[in-house]
Structures are given as C-alpha cells and as structure tokens.
C-alpha cells in the first residue's frame, strides 16, 4: 500500500526520474484487507485483489520493477543498497539518492510448541498465505479451525471460515476481541460472534500444539483440524536495525514529520514506522492499509 503508492506519485511530480522498486514476492499491490474474504469466498478470485500489476505499473509508470528481488543491506554512508535476485540468487548492488522503506509488517508466530513447520498452522499476509489456506481446505476439508486472536485478521477469519462453514473457535487472551474498541461495544462483537455460531474463549491462550489438538492455559484441549495464527504483526525492521537507524515502539522506525528516518535520505512508511498519535501525541504503532496510503502520497511530496 505504501511503497506502490509512493511510486505512482513519484512519477506523476516527475517525468523524469530514475524510480526502482524492489519487492521480495510476486506481487507489487494487493488489497490486505480482501484476504480473509478471498478464504471465505466473497471474492471469487484471486486476480480481484490485485489492485496493480507489475505489467500494468510498468507500462503506465515508466517504473523499473524488480519482483522476487530482495534488499539485503543498507551501506548508508556509500548510498548503496545490497541486493539479491531471489529467483537465480545472483547479489549485486545498486546506488541510491534517495531510499523510501515500505517494507511492512510481518506476522506475529509466538515460540509455542508445536508450531513451527507444522502444515496445518496458517497466518494471513500475502496472497500466497490466503491461496494456501484455499488449497488446503479445498484438499482436506476440514470440519473444524482454531483462529488464535481476535483482532482485525482473526475476527474476519472467523466470519470467514464459519462462511466456509467450518466450526470456528476464537482464542483469545484478553477479556475482549477488537481491543482498539471499549469493552462494552466488544460485548456486541461477542453476542453477534456467538449468533453466528463462532465458539469464542476469552481470558485463556494456547501453550502448545500437540498433533490435531491445541492446548490452553486453562488446561482445555481442543481438537482441530487447522489454526490460523492472527495475534498481531511486528515491523519488518531488520533492514533499518543493520542500517544503524534509529527504532522506537515495537522495533518501528522513527521519523520525522516529513517521514524521514534518522538518515535524512532514507524515509520510511506503512506498517514499519512510529507515528505520532493524534489524540495524546505519544508514539503509535498503526499498520493499517489507509494510513499506508496516505503516507506514500505524502512522502513524494515531502521528497520533492
């Protein structure tokens, strides 16, 4: 959402400019949010939640797209950046003016037993991440899912399977779903889940995963055929914290009012950088696609 949309708007305040973007997986702009919906079959297919294509930006944007490219290091004082293609594995570098980081969040998978590798445990980020969850359901059918969190993702996750018509249990480890919300209007979330035959635990969280079953802190074991992991996502920082720039809440990248980073050529935005909260003015941390958005714009602007 960010790093497209800096591109697009680079390009319309200057018909000249060299712009390369680099982006690690196949798809340059996809809709985040349609995701769950794409599992659950509201959206028919998978070439709808792509908002733009590499042949597409190309083609109207004169940019130069490298997919399945990955930025490995950032050598800030050369103004260089180490790149490696990902598909033949060749690393070479390449020199900057200005460098805009938008690489996103990643997906919370906290260190429980039983997770890692293990075939039946999805998260949802990526196109790829929801045509997996597709594959499988459509390969196994699966009668039951566990969805650990309930948050934005595990919430649409819920309505999404129970679409599906899984049985859909919520896992969640606050006395609320939707915590961005108070909990009186969260009690209307947890009547409407239940209406619509979404088991929801409160106040209880998973210590492991044994086989087909998930085991609770409170000791309940459940059987299930498939868990979706939604407890959240972290800044994708790794690239800024080799680069020596400076981080603040939850590893996110610090910057400025103009979106720059503690390097005055390197800005950052979307779902790896601090914002300011507008209410309190203490640092946030918001990654959401609209904000995302907005800062991509912006960001061109301030560039210019």
């Known amino acids: 959402a960010g790093g497209a949309t800096a591109a697009a708007r680079l390009r319309r305040l200057d018909e000249n400019a060299e712009i390369i973007m680099m982006e690690r997986g196949e798809h340059i702009s996809f809709a985040n949010c349609g995701l769950?919906?794409?599992?659950?079959?509201?959206?028919?297919?998978k070439e709808k939640?792509?908002?733009?294509?590499?042949?597409?930006?190309?083609?109207?944007?004169?940019?130069?797209?490298?997919?399945?490219?990955?930025?490995?290091?950032?050598?800030?004082?050369?103004?260089?950046?180490?790149?490696?293609?990902?598909?033949?594995?060749?690393?070479?570098q390449e020199s900057y003016d200005t460098l805009i980081l938008s690489p996103g969040a990643a997906p919370i998978v906290p260190n429980i037993e039983g997770v890692a590798g293990n075939p039946k445990v999805f998260t949802v980020r990526t196109v790829p991440n929801a045509e997996e969850i597709v594959n499988f359901i459509g390969e196994n059918h699966p009668q039951t899912a566990v969805v650990i969190g309930g948050g934005f993702i595990g919430l649409e996750m819920a309505e999404n399977l129970r679409e599906r018509n899984l049985n859909v249990i919520l896992v969640?480890?606050?006395?609320?779903?939707?915590?961005?919300?108070?909990?009186?209007?969260?009690?209307?979330?947890?009547?409407?889940?239940r209406e619509n035959g979404v088991e929801l635990i409160l106040e209880d969280s998973v210590t492991k995963l044994n086989g087909s079953h998930v085991v609770l802190q409170s000791g309940r074991t459940i059987e299930t055929d498939m868990v979706v992991m939604s407890i959240g996502v972290r800044p994708e920082n790794a690239l800024a914290?080799?680069?020596?720039?400076?981080?603040?809440?939850?590893?996110a990248i610090k910057v400025n009012e103009y979106l720059q980073t503690s390097d005055e050529d390197i800005y950052a935005i979307g779902d790896v950088i601090e914002v300011k909260h507008y209410i309190s003015g203490a640092p946030a941390y918001i990654p959401l696609a609209w904000p995302a958005n907005r800062q991509g714009r912006m960001v061109a602007d301030n560039l210019y």
């Open 36 to 45: 769950p919906y794409y599992v659950g079959g509201t959206i028919k297919e």
């Open 49 to 92: 939640l792509l908002v733009q294509t590499v042949e597409g930006m190309t083609g109207r944007f004169q940019v130069d797209i490298r997919i399945k490219t990955e930025v490995i290091g950032i050598n800030k004082d050369a103004k260089i950046i180490e790149v490696k293609n990902l598909e033949t594995g060749e690393v070479y």
């Open 172 to 193: 969640e480890a606050l006395d609320q779903v939707q915590p961005s919300i108070d909990y009186e209007m969260a009690c209307l979330l947890h009547t409407h889940l």
């Open 241 to 251: 914290v080799q680069a020596g720039l400076e981080v603040g809440l939850k590893g």
